[in-house]
Nanobody, 122 residues
């Protein structure tokens, strides 16, 4: 069982930056793929970024060049650095963990955090 706790959300002006953190419990953090998703009001949850246990990284087209995902296996933490934020980035951001057997790029994840709100004002 893995528990995920996100932090770092808040209110920021357009063009600003935020860094989200997701702390995970458990001793096998390094073996999971760690992803970030977001859900805006009235919309479906969407993929943002993922970092695999190998270190491979994938981003949604909408955040490429602006967001950076990273992980620190010694701290059991995954980060999402968000720069050049836009009002359309406003959403609840969720951290998720997937075991290696999952179809990760199809959105199959085993564990989810409670989410942290990011609001970007224009």
């Amino acid at each position: 069982q893995v528990q995920l706790v996100e932090s770092g959300g808040g209110l920021v002006q357009a063009g600003g930056s935020l860094r989200l953190s997701c702390a995970a419990s458990g001793r096998t953090f390094s073996s999971y793929a760690m992803g970030w998703f977001r859900q805006a009001p009235g919309k479906e949850r969407e993929f943002v970024a993922v970092v695999m246990w190998t270190g491979s990284i994938y981003y949604a087209d909408s955040v490429k060049g602006r967001f950076t995902i990273s992980r620190d296996n010694a701290k059991n933490t995954v980060y999402l650095q968000m720069n050049s934020l836009k009002p359309e980035d406003t959403a609840v951001y969720y951290c998720a963990a997937a075991e290696q057997t999952r179809r990760i790029l199809r959105g199959e994840y085993d564990y989810w955090g409670q989410g942290t709100q990011v609001t970007v004002s224009s």
